[in-house]
């Protein structure tokens, strides 16, 4: 079973830096996407930042400048660098992966959430 295991959030104070991680695991032949996304409450699940199909990276506009979004192949692992944090990033971060893996006994594509971690900025 493919999962994905969030680490890194917490608490900060305006204008500090947090770095989260995002390691995918299980049968895993290859993934084609993969990111962040948060969800503030009373607000929509929104995407922060992603390597998408082709390698490129998509960015949210409130993030861009702020956030780095990297990654280590060889660990299945995004990571997403968070500096000059504002009070509206305060969320809960999900990292989503588009993995071509094994369904059971079965090869497939399928799509993955972890299971989000909390980003409270705050003085």
């Known amino acids: 079973q493919v999962q994905l295991v969030e680490s890194g959030g917490g608490l900060v104070q305006p204008g500090g830096s947090l770095r989260l991680s995002c390691a995918a695991s299980g049968s895993i032949f290859s993934i084609n996407a993969m990111g962040w996304y948060r969800q503030a409450p009373g607000k929509q699940r929104e995407l922060v930042a992603a390597?998408?199909?082709?390698?490129?990276?998509n960015y949210a506009d409130s993030v861009k400048g702020r956030f780095t979004i990297s990654r280590d192949n060889a660990k299945n692992t995004v990571y997403l660098q968070m500096n000059s944090l504002k009070s509206e990033d305060t969320a809960v971060y999900y990292c989503n992966a588009d993995i071509y893996g094994l369904i059971g006994d079965l090869p497939g594509y399928f799509e993955v959430w972890g299971q989000g971690t909390l980003v409270t900025v705050s003085s």
């Open positions: 390597f998408i199909s082709g390698g490129s990276t």
